[in-house]
């Protein structure tokens, strides 16, 4: 099975912050989060845990999979979308014209990269590379694998999976600590 989970919150998260690529850990709220979590999917079995590199996910897997026999992989893959100079900015959706609001209204249009940060085709591109050279293979193996990452990167896997048109790349929502199925 393959099961996806993105990180409990942040201060950021809080804040309607722009988090992207910038290393913002979890906070309380985030951590208790990710400790209920632990005791809701207690009796779901693991085989390995794939996780992003950013602090807010490692500690949502680390507490996730607290004295569990399941280890925990690390992978610049499933890294957040990089957003730039826009990352920090707090609600974009009332700054007129913001180039990233596009992503989250149209996500089809969103094509060209804001100053510094990534491109919804090369978030497709990283995420796919990873589900094909990891797990898939690992799948069909009949193992049980977990990803931990992010709204963004969690949104492209679970598209490609279900394979849905960039129209509705957020189409599952993207829950904090909840986990979601994408391959029984």
Not at 60 to 88: H, Q
Not at 127 to 132: A, M, W
Request: hydrophobic share 35%; glycine share 6%.
């Amino acid at each position: 099975m393959l099961y996806i989970m993105r990180h409990g919150k942040t201060d950021w998260n809080n804040e309607r912050r722009i988090q992207g690529r910038t290393d913002i850990p979890l906070n309380e709220e985030g951590r208790q989060m990710a400790i209920e979590a632990a005791e809701e999917y207690k009796d779901i079995h693991f085989d390995v845990c794939y996780c992003s590199t950013l602090i807010r996910a490692r500690e949502t897997a680390e507490l996730l999979l607290k004295g569990r026999d399941v280890p925990i992989i690390y992978d610049e893959r499933l890294v957040e979308m990089g957003f730039g100079i826009y990352e920090g900015i707090a609600n974009s959706f009332s700054i007129p014209d913001c180039p990233v609001n596009v992503l989250f209204w149209n996500p089809e249009k969103y094509t060209t990269p804001v100053q510094d940060g990534e491109s919804l085709d090369h978030l497709y591109e990283r995420t796919g590379e990873f589900l094909n050279e990891v797990a898939y293979p690992l799948v069909r193996e009949g193992k049980d694998v977990l990803i931990v990452a992010h709204g963004a990167t969690n949104s492209c896997i679970t598209s490609q999976v279900k394979k849905r048109p960039r129209e509705e790349f957020w189409a599952e929502g993207i829950p904090n600590c909840k986990l979601q199925t994408l391959i029984e």
